[in-house]
């Protein structure tokens, strides 16, 4: 009888052993993805000056950065979680002075920091979808916006968090790892209620609702399927009206509200209605996935 007992005590310590051995090695992996830098050579664009260039940029930054950026660009926190961690939405006003034009291709556009280290969050997925007219247009504005003091430390994960990372059950957070950093710039379409431009913003949206925007599992883990915009999908019995108004409201049209934090329509919603209009079209013209 002792002896089992001693049996069980040896096989006992053994796979306690053995989690944490299991726990620190998925630690380090986790931190390790956090500070993982990629060699990445900024393309070479024009950045312009004019009054409509800052204009378009100064929307494309209201459409696509201030949900997480705040309306004054300071930044805020995006996760801040005791047990997991702490992750801001960094400050990103008064980069005129702070961050080259090279520096903040390397961020928007493939999700890397000024030392290469691949950004948390940042969307870079949906941003890599920008003409290089846009681009530079929103790189121009941004350098316009005048600093805000608001001193903020880069990402911090706590032992849990990082072992949630490590383990990859944080979900696709880091775009610089999975982007195609040699995707060419699209070309960039007339602004407006047309097919190739709805067919040029669709790229805003296929980070989440999938590369042909047939819909599919989400990222997250737990999280549940994101629907498909393709004619097949429940968009077909919708009208433009009613698409417009989900867009702004995120009110689909049998009553349902839409949490904002799964599907960012806040954002979207500051799109003119000529733009989404655009993209309405551009969803009804795609036939059911194959
Ligand atoms: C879904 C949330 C989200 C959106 C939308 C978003 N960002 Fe970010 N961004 C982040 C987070 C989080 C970080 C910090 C990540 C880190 O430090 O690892 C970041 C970092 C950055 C940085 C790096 C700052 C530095 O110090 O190097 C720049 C520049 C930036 N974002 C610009 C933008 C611009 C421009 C847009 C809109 C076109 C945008 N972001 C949209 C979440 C977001
Ligand atoms: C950050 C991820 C994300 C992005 C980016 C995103 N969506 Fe979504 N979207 C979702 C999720 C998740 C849902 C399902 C939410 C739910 O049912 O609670 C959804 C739902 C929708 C729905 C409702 C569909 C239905 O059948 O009820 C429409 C329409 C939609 N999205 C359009 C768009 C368009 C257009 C874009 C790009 C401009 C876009 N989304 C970008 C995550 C996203």
Redesign the pocket.
């Known amino acids: 009888m002792k002896k089992v007992l001693k049996w069980i005590g040896i096989v006992l310590a053994g796979l306690v052993g053995l989690l944490v051995v299991a726990a620190v090695v998925l630690n380090i992996m986790g931190g390790s993805r956090l500070n993982k830098t990629h060699d990445i050579q900024a393309e070479s664009i024009v950045i312009p000056d004019d009054a409509a260039a800052l204009a378009r940029g100064e929307h494309l930054v209201d459409v696509g950065c201030k949900s997480c950026h705040g309306a004054n660009l300071g930044g805020q926190p995006l996760l801040a979680d005791p047990a997991i961690g702490l992750v801001y939405a960094a400050n990103i006003s008064g980069l005129g002075t702070s961050h080259s034009d090279e520096e903040l291709i390397l961020a928007i556009r493939h999700g890397l920091d000024q030392d290469g280290r691949q950004l948390v969050i940042m969307p870079a997925e ?1 941003f890599i979808n920008l003409s290089a007219e846009d681009l530079g247009a929103a790189i121009a504005y941004l350098k316009t916006v005048p600093r805000v003091e608001n001193e903020l430390p880069g990402p911090e994960l706590s032992f849990m968090g990082k072992i949630l990372l490590g383990s990859g059950m944080m979900g696709p957070v880091f775009p610089a790892e999975y982007i195609d950093h040699n995707q060419p710039f699209p070309d960039m379409p007339e602004v407006g209620a047309n097919l190739e431009y709805g067919a040029y ?2 790229g ?2 296929t ?3 999938g590369p042909d925007l047939a819909g599919g599992p ?1 990222g997250e883990p737990n999280a ?1 399927s ?2 498909g ?1 393709r004619s097949e ?3 077909a019995s919708w009208s433009e009206e009613e ?1 417009l108004l ?2 702004h409201t995120g009110v ?1 049209p049998d009553g349902r509200q ?2 904002p934090e ?3 329509w806040e954002s ?1 919603g500051k799109f003119e209605d000529d733009e989404l209009q655009g ?1 309405w079209l551009h969803l009804q013209s795609l036939p059911p996935a194959g």
Do not use: E, N
Request: net charge negative.
């Open positions: 949906a913003v669709s805003l949206c980070g989440c609702h989400s549940p994101v629907p915009l999908s429940a968009l698409f989900f867009m689909t839409i949490d799964a599907m960012p979207f993209l």
